[in-house]
């Protein structure tokens, strides 16, 4: 067999500890351990580092990178991870940024991190279905005692402060209604006691529309599922917190659980935080333009996207959202669930899917899909105001026109 031969410099060159030169191996070990030496680059775009484990020149070098957060294992994190990580946390303004394998990776990382038998949580209803089976099923069964309050509601939670309370769960805009939580107003209230610990989950908007932690937020999570990653390819989360110890908590549970994002799903993450501005701007400026359209609709009962002044926390919104309001929204169809089915499976442009935040737009019907029997119970739909003939909408960056036109036609079919 041919050796594939290195130009001298190269192949004449060894590593830090004095590799044999590749001619004195045989094939069956240059083929395992040959690599280029390495050189130093600076790539204009992120790299992928697959790498599960790392080289150590000694003992005492794997020693310290463990005790300094150096790379020894990619468990403990990468390159690639770092780099999305990294992008996040300057839109976020936190401490530090976090990257999981999903958003419910960082949701349950936080929840097991943060609490014990015995502690307390106040949580918003509705809430993330995802989030509130965790809390209901996992959390209670380590004796985690949960009080549910009314979305959108800081007094709610005042109220239910207890001397166990040990977190504060809100969600906003909050799915599926976009409820908004006052976010100074929360981020004050986890302040007034020392240990108090306050999470939004700002899918719904993102940090280009919000960023919590500017707030008073302790932590910041996001599906990165969504806007982030923007294009409906990945599943990943983030945790970014304003608290040092708070990071180095999630970071020693994220190693604990193993969730880590891996460095493909990393690198389009990262490639996604890179035009979430442009795809920002156009999914809130389309998703304007089509809630002023479908409030006027005679078959459309009402709209619920916090840019309009009809949004009961509208006021809200404007304190705590900035550069527009986001591509979410839902509306209620007149007719009830034959007429909302009858919707979203006569969308043509739109797609029916649940998920949201990418590109194309999609619609889901909540009372049967995410929002179904499956997930929560009748009570609990009823308590979150998910009525028969609500649509979810996740409005892309197409056309606009196009969109309106689709939405006219599908709406003509009930
Ligand atoms: C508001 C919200 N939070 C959290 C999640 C969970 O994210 P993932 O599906 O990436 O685990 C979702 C998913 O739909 C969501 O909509």
Redesign the pocket.
Known sequence: MQVFSLPTKMASSTDSRGSPPPEDLHFDTRAVIARPPRVSINPVAPSIETTSTYVMDTVDEFVHKLENKGYIYSRHGGPTQDGAAYSINQLEGGFGTLVFS??????STILLSQLKGGDHVICQMP??A??MKFLQRAMMKFDVEVTWVKAGSVEEYAKNIKDNTKLLWG?SP??PLCTILDLEEFGRLGQTREGLITVV?S??AGPYHQQPLRHGVDVS??????YLGGHCDI???ALSTSKEHLFETFYTWQQMLGNNLSPFDAFLLHRGTQSLHVRMARHSSNAMHLAHFLQKHPKVERVFYPGLPSHPQHEAAKRVMGNGYSGMMSFEVKGGEQAGKTFVESVRVIKLA???GGVESLVEHPATM?HGRYMISDLEREMGNITPGLIRFSVGIESVQDLENDLAQALDKI
């Open positions: 999903s958003g419910m990776a960082a949701v809430v993330y995802g989030t969600e909050a799915n989950d899918t719904f999570m996001n599906s990165c599922t969504k599943l990943a989360g649940v998920s949201l995410t």
